[in-house]
């Protein structure tokens, strides 16, 4: 670990030309502290809009290594005008892409992933006292070929940068107030959480907590990297701190957050002969259509025609895709028929202290059965439980939720330390 | 020479995505008459002005290295987009930018010159059939770093990649009708050419005729490669023919064209000791800074007190740093004054049979004469005579000259073939 700090800025905090100009304070303030700086930023605002707009205007269907050259170029613009804005204070900058540094993917255009980062000239640049400004969202393959990440592009680029300088932190500046303990549009006492876990953030995020991208969380996962969510407008308020596990004096409630998805839809297949390779034939075919399979909950072999139903959650926008995947496989998997249910929503509870609390589920289902919501299906992690209800009740769910386990603002610092074992 | 074509678009042929549309269907066209296409494009339309101007937003003397990695990236969006429009009518394209072609340059920013290009990767997918989309102006050197070569820089990316590629032809579109004999916009009489050779274009391009970049001539006929300027909006106009030298057939007038150059202003150094090494120190001085020195003359020593005027012109735009520069210098040259005139126009008479029509030069001088116009300095070429006269009467020089040279339209179809020896 060295004294460094990498910074990563979004779209918005960039978006223009005197934003941009707020964000190259940021980052001499952080030189100024002592450290070195690297700092990531995605395209200015609106950019990616506009050139996506152009593209559909010539091509309904561009191609994706087009597209990847076409999105890369918005870096280009907003790492150039940081770099000029830092010199104008007198520090020394330098602008980088993904090409010139070598962050290197795999061959897949327009979700990528990292598989290696080249730190001599990065290092080169450092050691000269350099504050040098790196294009998120892009890379390069080996082959030259320029890929971009994917949606949350720019925070992995940061956390993969800081992981392989060994910085001593990630800061992520964000549009948004930070990681709360649930989203505070719908809850509006939500509280503002100091210290999460990787674990609780991966489910906060990926149950519809849209603060950081679940890769990026993942890759500071496995590098053990601390990461710092702040808020570009509110320099003042520290955010959140995103670390491996709690310090002893940290870790003070069962649970920490609760959240709500709505992007998703469940599929039950119905009727399929209990017989090997049914699952692995279902999974398989829309794992190699890049389709996410979230929940899946396959019940007891039914005795008397030895059948099963096999039940998982994707992501709505998949649906089309899976639909006609299954048409095409359905001779071999024989299923009855295929339900599909549209009007759910996963309501899930997550805190890394759960695991040695026995009563965190039962106070769950109690909190829903009181308002008698029907569970349809329920799974676990070691730092989750999610319930599938009707999406009509799902924000009632997620507010009395949140109030049985003590998540309020107005509750939080009274209860701080002295949390019942429920 | 392979059967091969290089077309260059510029900005305003890509300006909006109607317009790449456009552009795809020239390529498209040549490929169908069997040719392989490598086609170079600039920047968007007014990209580059925008680019520039949140430039100056921020920094009110961005760093070149910054202003080259802002500019590229107008080429990127583009090379992209014709690529779509190109894949969206069935045919095969591919995008690449300077750094993964390997269009290798000097360690220069913001006008960098070429000094090599790979051509694996572009031989690559030409033998897969592909149409190769190429971003102009841009460079990259042998350390990544991102350059570009100066104004006119996409026509010498053309024009370099064309001889790279041993190209049978490069074509250059604009949205000017071509090579005229002088500016229509001064006599509206002014003829088109069919053919030119590269020495005629140099003298007019330098002397004002703003259709090719010199440094893209220069590489044409450093090369030999045969050049066509053609119009983006209409293809039915064949264009000029730029090429090494006349057939015979072809060369009938001792003066091609006529031309006047209103950016330059004249700086005469007076009373230097008649001494070894003073123009060399002034001159250095010059080109250390990269200010171009355009005519020069030194008189005849004068001997009652052994001193040199010597005269030169410059661009206007770099006399403000050529005074400082004098400032520095005057304690070794020991000038008594410099004088400055910038109230100046050169008027050339271009035309590569001029060299063995003894008449030439007489019938300028007489023209010139005949409407009273003083002149101030001359300098000739091998296919070329400049004179500078006073601005104010240049237009009436250059209308005066064509007329003297029987280069109107009207003139020019009857005169064919049957030119006076003058």
């Given at each position: 670990m060295r004294n460094l700090v990498v910074q990563k800025f979004g779209g918005t905090s960039v978006a223009d030309t005197d934003k941009i100009k707020n964000v190259a304070n940021s980052v001499i303030r952080e030189k100024k502290l002592g450290n070195d700086v690297v700092v990531v930023v995605s395209a200015m605002g609106h950019t990616t809009d506009y050139l996506m707009k152009m593209a559909k205007d010539i091509s309904e269907v561009p191609s994706s290594r087009e597209l990847d050259m076409l999105l890369s170029t918005g870096e280009g613009v907003s790492i150039a005008l940081l770099s000029m804005a830092i010199q104008a204070q007198g520090y020394d900058a330098v602008s980088m892409n993904a090409m010139q540094i070598g962050i290197i993917t795999e061959n897949v255009?327009?979700?990528?992933?990292?598989?290696?980062?080249?730190?001599?000239?990065?290092?080169?640049?450092?050691?000269?006292?350099?504050?040098?400004?790196?294009?998120?969202?892009?890379?390069?393959?080996?082959?030259?070929?320029?890929?971009?990440?994917?949606?949350?592009?720019?925070?992995?680029?940061?956390?993969?940068?800081?992981?392989?300088?060994?910085?001593?932190?990630?800061?992520?500046?964000?549009?948004?107030?930070?990681?709360?303990?649930?989203?505070?549009?719908?809850?509006?006492?939500?509280?503002?959480?100091?210290?999460?876990?990787?674990?609780?953030?991966?489910?906060?995020?990926?149950?519809?907590?849209?603060?950081?991208?679940?890769?990026?969380v993942e890759t500071a996962k496995q590098f053990n990297m601390p990461l710092r969510v702040r808020s570009s407008f509110n320099l003042e308020n520290r955010g959140n701190l995103i670390k491996g596990e709690y310090d002893d004096m940290e870790i003070c409630r069962p649970v920490t957050g609760v959240a709500v998805d709505m992007s998703k839809v469940r599929i039950v297949v119905c009727d399929v002969p209990d017989e090997p390779g049914v699952a692995a034939k279902i999974f398989t075919t829309l794992a190699d259509e890049h389709i996410s399979v979230d929940t899946i909950i396959q019940s007891y072999a039914r005795l008397h025609n030895n059948t099963n139903d096999i039940a998982f959650t994707i992501n709505k926008t998949d649906l089309p895709r899976a639909m006609e995947l299954f048409d095409k496989i359905n001779d071999e998997i024989k299923a009855d028929k295929i339900h599909i249910d549209d009007n759910i929503a996963k309501v899930s509870i997550v805190g890394a202290g759960m695991i040695d609390r026995p009563g965190v589920a039962a106070t769950m289902f109690d909190t829903l059965a009181n308002l008698n919501i029907n569970i349809k299906m329920i799974s676990t992690s070691e730092v989750k439980i999610s319930c599938l209800v009707d999406a009509d009740v799902a924000n009632d769910a997620l507010r009395a939720l949140h109030k049985a386990f003590n998540l309020g603002c107005d509750v939080i610092a009274t209860v701080k330390g002295d949390l019942p074992n429920i």
């Amino acid at each position: 670990m060295r004294n460094l700090v990498v910074q990563k800025f979004g779209g918005t905090s960039v978006a223009d030309t005197d934003k941009i100009k707020n964000v190259a304070n940021s980052v001499i303030r952080e030189k100024k502290l002592g450290n070195d700086v690297v700092v990531v930023v995605s395209a200015m605002g609106h950019t990616t809009d506009y050139l996506m707009k152009m593209a559909k205007d010539i091509s309904e269907v561009p191609s994706s290594r087009e597209l990847d050259m076409l999105l890369s170029t918005g870096e280009g613009v907003s790492i150039a005008l940081l770099s000029m804005a830092i010199q104008a204070q007198g520090y020394d900058a330098v602008s980088m892409n993904a090409m010139q540094i070598g962050i290197i993917t795999e061959n897949v255009h327009t979700k990528a992933r990292i598989i290696d980062i080249k730190t001599d000239k990065l290092n080169k640049y450092l050691s000269e006292g350099k504050i040098i400004v790196v294009a998120g969202f892009q890379g390069v393959t080996e082959d030259g070929e320029i890929t971009t990440l994917g949606r949350g592009g720019s925070d992995t680029s940061a956390v993969a940068i800081a992981s392989a300088l060994d910085a001593k932190r990630c800061d992520i500046y964000t549009d948004v107030e930070g990681v709360y303990t649930t989203d505070p549009r719908i809850v509006p006492n939500a509280s503002k959480l100091d210290v999460v876990t990787y674990d609780e953030m991966l489910e906060l995020a990926s149950v519809g907590a849209n603060v950081l991208h679940p890769r990026s969380v993942e890759t500071a996962k496995q590098f053990n990297m601390p990461l710092r969510v702040r808020s570009s407008f509110n320099l003042e308020n520290r955010g959140n701190l995103i670390k491996g596990e709690y310090d002893d004096m940290e870790i003070c409630r069962p649970v920490t957050g609760v959240a709500v998805d709505m992007s998703k839809v469940r599929i039950v297949v119905c009727d399929v002969p209990d017989e090997p390779g049914v699952a692995a034939k279902i999974f398989t075919t829309l794992a190699d259509e890049h389709i996410s399979v979230d929940t899946i909950i396959q019940s007891y072999a039914r005795l008397h025609n030895n059948t099963n139903d096999i039940a998982f959650t994707i992501n709505k926008t998949d649906l089309p895709r899976a639909m006609e995947l299954f048409d095409k496989i359905n001779d071999e998997i024989k299923a009855d028929k295929i339900h599909i249910d549209d009007n759910i929503a996963k309501v899930s509870i997550v805190g890394a202290g759960m695991i040695d609390r026995p009563g965190v589920a039962a106070t769950m289902f109690d909190t829903l059965a009181n308002l008698n919501i029907n569970i349809k299906m329920i799974s676990t992690s070691e730092v989750k439980i999610s319930c599938l209800v009707d999406a009509d009740v799902a924000n009632d769910a997620l507010r009395a939720l949140h109030k049985a386990f003590n998540l309020g603002c107005d509750v939080i610092a009274t209860v701080k330390g002295d949390l019942p074992n429920i």
